[in-house]
T-cell receptor
Framework: NAGVTQTPKFQVLKTGQSMTLQCAQD?????MSWYRQDPGMGLRLIHY?????ITDQGEVPNGYNVSRSTTEDFPLRLLSAAPSQTSVYFC???????WGGGEQFFGPGTRLTVL | TQLLEQSPQFLSIQEGENLTVYCNSS?????LQWYRQEPGEGPVLLVT?????EVKKLKRLTFQFGDARKDSSLHITAAQPGDTGLYLC?????????FGAGTILRVKS
């Protein structure tokens, strides 16, 4: 199993550009989520999905869109990049819901810089 | 908004010393997880505690969940240079994880 994969690993955008961060998992996990990590702030939840066709907002959803058409993929779209979106983005998946203490498996991250 | 306050933010100790990292909140969580993160990688789960008062041990690491399920601690005995990294606590509420800001641990040989 490859686990959770993310592409690209690094990306530089100009303000106003759009792009999609890709996330895929091959563990048949129902739960997937996107976080951003900024220095001194831990990880903050952007969006999450409890299954194909079902998504919901996290703590910091503004400026980001998600969709979940398959169990395996959960792309994150930046509609119009802003310097405040400069961060490291992590995708994670879990077999069971978090309320049950489900273990989240994290991808290696995408380091995004917006100029 | 649920918050998890983690302390200390940074810890630099000598090999062989003991240390404790704290994670506190005013909110109740259904479970609490501790992760460790290496530079350039995603967090990796160390342990999940679910029951108030629960204590779990993982070799030299001891994790405790508060009776009221609002706080947790991570104690490392006889720290080793290999323990160096970022330690994150995360509380689960419904389908969301709330992370603390993390504790950067540096163990010097």
């Amino acid at each position: 199993n490859a686990g959770v994969t993310q592409t690209p690993k690094f990306q530089v955008l100009k303000t106003g550009q759009s792009m999609t961060l890709q996330c895929a998992q091959d563990m048949n996990h129902e739960y997937m989520s996107w976080y951003r990590q900024d220095p001194g702030m831990g990880l903050r939840l952007i969006h999450y999905s409890v299954g194909a066709g079902i998504t919901d907002q996290g703590e910091v959803p503004n400026g980001y869109n998600v969709s979940r058409s398959t169990t395996e993929d959960f792309p994150l779209r930046l509609l119009s990049a802003a310097p405040s979106q400069t961060s490291v983005y992590f995708c994670a998946s879990s077999r069971v819901g978090l309320w049950g203490g489900g273990e989240q498996f994290f991808g290696p991250g995408t380091r995004l810089t917006v100029l | 908004t649920q918050l998890l306050e983690q302390s200390p933010q940074f810890l630099s100790i000598q090999e062989g010393e003991n240390l404790t990292v704290y994670c506190n909140s005013s909110s109740v969580f259904s479970s609490l997880q501790w992760y460790r993160q290496e530079p350039g990688e995603g967090p990796v789960l160390l342990v999940t505690v679910v029951t108030g008062g629960e204590v779990k041990k993982l070799k030299r690491l001891t994790f405790q969940f508060g009776d009221a399920r609002k706080d947790s601690s991570l104690h490392i005995t006889a720290a080793q240079p290999g323990d160096t990294g970022l330690y994150l606590c995360a509380g689960a509420s419904r389908n969301k994880l709330v992370f603390g800001a993390g504790t950067i641990l540096r163990v010097k040989s």
